[in-house]
Nanobody, 123 residues
């Protein structure tokens, strides 16, 4: 069994920065491609960023490219650095994992999900 726990979400002013973290526990003997998704009220869950299981490749949604950076320091920890935040970035942010995944931007490609952390950007 694999568990994901997100942290770091809070209220921040537009233009500010925030760093979200995702910690994997359970079966950490294998490597996971990690993704971040977000869901705003009344909207579908959307892809934000992903990093390959090897850490060598990153993927970003066009809406966050140049502002957000995904990184990982080991199998267990993946971060999402968010800069120049906008009110439209307000959402619940979810961490997702897929063993040796291809870095897909499709939510259905990930087997494991965290509970989410709320990010609110005030104007």
């Amino acid at each position: 069994q694999v568990q994901l726990v997100e942290s770091g979400g809070r209220l921040v002013q537009a233009g500010g920065s925030l760093r979200l973290s995702c910690t994997v526990s359970g079966r950490t003997s294998i490597s996971y491609t990690m993704g971040w998704f977000r869901q705003a009220p009344g909207k579908e869950r959307e892809f934000v960023a992903a990093i390959s299981w090897s850490g060598g490749t990153t993927y970003y949604a066009n809406s966050v490219k140049g502002r957000f950076t995904i990184s990982r320091d080991n199998v267990k920890n993946t971060d999402l650095q968010m800069n120049s935040l906008k009110p439209e970035d307000t959402a619940v942010y979810y961490c997702a994992a897929e063993a040796y995944g291809l870095g897909s931007g499709t939510a259905g490609s990930y087997s494991y999900w965290g509970q989410g952390t709320q990010v609110t950007v005030s104007s």
